[in-house]
């Protein structure tokens, strides 16, 4: 079992462009979490996704920030036109289901460092 | 929604010495609580968890209690040593299909040789 994938593990952009940040969860896991995490400070949770569907998003920003689980492939974290403040750590996780447990022990991925100039 | 404090935000023992972190948390409805260690560049990574129908868990030099009443949670390492050295997480959620993990701020314990 691979754990947690996410990719890449750093990514530079230039205010305005965009950033697509990726997670393959765990085999046998179908929901996913997005965590952002500032220097010296703890994990803000943004967006938790099931297959194809966004269960809660009420920690991502309304505008520039969108998120998606789709059936094949990999749940994406997607911020356009980057600004500095956008530079942080990303950090994805998932879970397995069991019924209606879903909030078993959540396995995180290495993170991807977005850092903005 | 909920809410989860945690104390203190920095914390340096002695080798040897025992480490106390806390939480509290404000939604009564919360019934899982995972704690989460992180070293300086990797990831969060599971190192106890309680659920609201025990008082304590222990593992080894880690132990949990969880106090539903007053909505406290605590830590305890016992007999630290330099590898205890990092950030950790409390956390609380519901047993829910729909419910997310809240974090708290994190604690930086610093094991003094």
């Known amino acids: 079992n691979a754990g947690v994938m996410q990719n890449p593990r750093h990514l530079v952009r230039r205010r305005g462009q965009e950033a697509r940040l990726r997670c393959s969860p765990m085999k046998g896991h179908s929901h996913v979490y997005w965590y952002r995490q500032l220097p010296e400070e703890g994990l803000k949770f943004m967006v938790y996704l099931q297959k194809e569907n966004i269960i809660d998003e009420s920690g991502m920003p309304k505008e520039r920030f969108s998120a998606e689980f789709p059936k094949e492939g990999p749940s994406i974290l997607r911020i356009q036109q980057v600004v500095r403040g956008d530079s942080a750590a990303y950090f994805c996780?998932?879970?397995?289901?069991?019924?209606?447990?879903?909030?078993?022990?959540?396995?995180f991925g290495s993170g991807t460092q977005l850092s903005v100039l | 929604g909920e809410n989860v404090e945690q104390h203190p935000s920095t914390l340096s023992v002695q080798e040897g010495d025992s480490a106390v972190i806390k939480c509290t948390y404000s939604?009564?409805?919360?019934?899982?609580f995972p704690w989460y260690k992180q070293e300086l560049g990797k990831r969060p990574q599971l190192i106890i968890d309680i659920r609201s129908n025990v008082g304590e868990k222990k593992d080894q030099r880690i132990a949990v209690t969880l106090n539903k009443t007053a909505k406290h949670f605590s830590l305890h390492i016992t007999e630290t040593q330099p590898e205890d050295s990092a950030v950790y997480f409390c956390a609380a959620s519901k047993d829910s299909s729909a419910s997310k993990i809240i974090f708290g701020s994190g604690t930086r314990l610093s094991i003094r040789p």
């Open positions: 939604d009564s409805a919360s019934n899982y």
């Open positions: 996780a998932s879970s397995p289901s069991q019924g209606a447990v879903t909030n078993e022990k959540l396995f």
